[in-house]
């Protein structure tokens, strides 16, 4: 995106923090999946194109995690929205890996925030511990408000940082049209090997695998109809 | 607002605190406390101690957490000793966690989300986020409510409930229907995104493709995707500055 005016950014951020805060936390309606927050920030930002290449990529990378437990994975959604911001307005075959470069930094840093946020409601059901233990109602609701609260202030802060970085990196860094085609290429290269390594893992070594193989034979003759 | 319909809309806001120690525990206590208001009025002893068991340490699937709800609040309105109600509590998470991780995130979503990214690669563009959007959302709507009225209607014999129920069968056809659907997304994709850099360049993400799968499978967890696509960047860089 050439400029980041308010009128841009203050939906992005508000968008940003939607999706941040629907990834765990309020109301997991799947808006936090990176081809959904793509579209929408590349419409926001005025490049809906930029926005599902950018989001498509990032999905491929979001099919590798299965938040299972407790387990530890990146935040795609944020990212995803900082990627499209500051891959807007640029021909996507030449700013979708470094997008994809600021994004996926974004997704670790969304990744360890979640652990801030959980050990963040640890602390505050300690201090609750009390009132817990007591049986009030009221100490219940105030720390379910007080975790979302802490989540949309994930998702904002995480937004606004990639923001922040997006509008750095297009005022400071220039790559020559090689170099640039040869990131978006190393980015796709590794969503496909994610999407691949998730597939594989998922259907493992039995009668899944067939089902994969299969799925694979009607994916390569439609793409060489369409 | 019926006390059933409140409690399904604070399900949806289960894992709002969640965190190490309780997991969802205090989520579930938000969601159970709709359900647990008459007997306030009926017995506010008891009332007292549900609402502390129902704020304990609990793990499930999210989307499935309506069925461990609704059977220990009825638990409660029936009497049943605590300890008891504790351990059906604690029994359930496994079995709760594992079927909804199977259904949902191993199945339902990565299946919805491959469809969605075909539709995107062949041009459907909105109507295929729209559609997504709609059909997962209708699925987890109903089944939460599902969850809620089945866990209600069984108190104490939930697992069976569970066991007769369509949940197995779903689990069965789920998971390769997800793995057809990922299977035909990735020549799709790899169409859409190479097609217009010509062959070397095709070589190239392919060649970046293959070392991402084989290195991230041979180094496990220490080496992820992602850790795998931002080291190969930075090689990249390495590579043009020294003029390769």
Not at chain 1, 24 to 33: D, E, G, K, L, T
Not at chain 1, 63 to 70: F, I, Q, R, S, T
Not at chain 1, 204 to 207: C, F
Not at chain 2, 14 to 23: A, D, F, S, V
């Given at each position: 995106m050439s400029e980041f005016s308010p009128l841009v950014v203050l939906p992005l951020l508000l968008w940003g923090t939607l999706v941040g805060l629907d990834l765990?936390?309020?109301?997991?309606?799947?808006?936090?999946?990176p081809v959904v927050a793509g579209v929408v920030a590349g419409a926001l930002a005025g490049d809906v194109e930029a926005g599902l290449r950018i989001g498509v990529l990032f999905e491929l990378f979001a099919?590798?995690?299965?938040?299972?437990?407790?387990v530890r994975y990146p935040d795609y959604g944020p990212a995803t929205v900082s990627a499209v911001a500051l891959g807007a307005g640029t021909p996507w075959e030449l700013g979708l890996g470094v997008s994809a470069a600021l994004g996926l930094v974004l997704a670790m840093l969304g990744g360890w925030s979640l652990q801030v946020v959980r050990r963040w409601n640890a602390r505050a059901i300690q201090q609750q511990t009390a009132a817990l233990a007591a049986g009030e109602s009221r100490a219940i609701r105030w720390l379910q408000y007080g975790g979302v609260l802490r989540d949309a202030l994930r998702g904002f802060t995480l937004t606004l940082a990639g923001l922040v970085l997006a509008s750095t990196v297009t005022e400071s860094v220039r790559l020559d049209r090689p170099t640039a085609v040869a990131f978006t290429l190393v980015a796709v290269g590794s969503g496909l090997a994610a999407a691949a390594s998730s597939a594989f893992r998922g259907s493992?070594?039995?009668?899944r695998l067939k089902w994969l193989i299969a799925g694979l034979g009607v994916g390569i003759v439609l793409a060489v109809l369409t | 607002m019926n006390q059933r319909v409140r409690a399904l809309f604070r399900l949806f806001a289960?894992?709002?605190?969640?965190?190490?120690?309780?997991?969802l525990g205090v989520g579930m206590g938000y969601a159970a406390e709709p359900l647990l208001e008459d007997l306030k009025a009926v017995d506010p002893v008891r009332h007292g101690e549900a609402v502390v068991r129902s704020a304990e340490f609990f793990n499930c699937h999210p989307n499935l957490a309506g069925l461990a709800l609704g059977a220990t609040v009825r638990a409660e309105y029936e009497g049943v000793p605590g300890p008891q109600i504790v351990r059906l509590r604690t029994a359930l998470c496994s079995p709760l966690g594992s079927m909804g991780d199977q259904l949902f995130w191993a199945g339902l979503v990565p299946a919805l989300v491959g469809l969605t990214v075909i539709g995107v690669v062949l041009g459907a563009g909105w109507w295929a986020i729209a559609g997504f959007l709609l059909v997962y959302n209708g699925i987890r709507i109903w089944t939460g409510y599902w969850s809620l009225r089945t866990g209600m209607a069984s108190g104490m014999r939930v697992g069976a409930a569970i066991g007769s129920s369509w949940l197995p069968k779903a689990m069965e056809w789920i998971t390769p229907t997800a793995g057809f659907v990922l299977g035909a997304t990735v020549p799709l994709v790899v169409a859409w995104y190479l097609d217009g850099f010509g062959w070397a360049a095709a070589v190239g993400a392919a060649g970046v493709a293959v070392a991402g799968f084989a290195l991230t499978r041979w180094f496990g967890p220490g080496l992820t995707s992602v850790r795998f696509a931002l080291l190969a960047m930075v090689l990249l860089l390495l590579f043009r500055r020294i003029g390769l």
């Open positions: 765990v936390s309020v109301p997991q309606a799947m808006i936090s999946r099919l590798d995690v299965l938040p299972v437990g407790a493992g070594r039995g009668p | 289960i894992q709002g605190t969640w965190n190490y120690e309780r997991m």
